[in-house]
């Protein structure tokens, strides 16, 4: 049985929200403008030739604390969220930091996982279903229902490359035409030649990606052409140790267009972090 697949039998039988799939207690919230992630080597910022960053906080925003996060992405100034669970999963879109002013709900037995934004189209993927969604991007109305053969977790569009990039939980990316979802290709991702696995919700910010790796607070910049990770970034001490509840764990990455910065969640997660990344040794910057 999957990690994945036991977490949910757990959830459903005791109704804890993935009680046994917890993340690590987080330390203590840096303030606004600190760098989160203390366990970072001081003065290093390249090992191994991955170039070790840390996200620093500039803004701190409201989430929704139910919600349980498969996917964020910001296009045209509008946040867009997928949720998962089934019987909770959703989509949702609005201004970041305010309540969603589009929400659309999954029936069950469907279990929301990725999205991107692709021109006037949604992707919405679900996790064991077999099924993806294509919805109206300005409304959440779903358009069409496409078979999809692989577990879904993660997805992003790469604009270069005209494709979309695709993440099931292990090492591999796999590229998918963005008209029909078929498969075009994929890469195995690894960092000094051993795989990565577990990678999770994606980001696509021109020829890399950024994954989420599941269970962790740790977030992996990708080449895409090679595999290869290129950087590796501590997003550790975001909340407080209060502020986590049994289930809650990073996931959810959206670049802020035109900008060097993210906006960065969880699963169960009251907040949204507005970031950007600096080298983890760096110094100078006030730590919470």
Known sequence: MSERLRCAVVAVLSGALLASCAAEEA????????????????????????????????????HDPRAFTQGLEVAGGTLYESTGLVGRSSVRAGPPGRHPTLQKALPAPLFGEGITVVGRKLWQLTWRNRLAIERDARTLSEVRRVPYPDEGWGVCYQRSGDRLVTSDGSSRLTYRDPRTLARTGDINVTQGGRPVTKLNELECVGEAVYAN?????????????????????????????????????????????????????????????????????RTGDSEG
Do not use: Y
Request: no cysteine; proline share 5%; hydrophobic share 45%.
């Open 213 to 281: 790796v599941l269970f962790t607070d740790r977030i992996v910049r990708i080449d895409s052409a090679t595999g290869a990770v290129t950087a590796s970034i501590d997003a550790s001490g975001l909340l407080r140790k209060g502020e986590r509840v049994h289930g809650s764990a990073l996931n959810g990455i959206a670049a802020v267009p035109g900008t060097d910065q993210f906006l960065i969640t969880g699963k169960l997660w009251p907040k949204t972090f507005r970031v950007t990344l600096v080298p983890a040794g």
């Open 27 to 62: 330390r203590k919230h840096p303030a606004s403008g600190a760098v989160a992630g203390t366990r970072a080597a001081k003065g290093e910022s390249v090992s191994g030739g991955v170039e070790q960053l840390r996200v620093m906080v500039l803004e701190v925003l409201p």
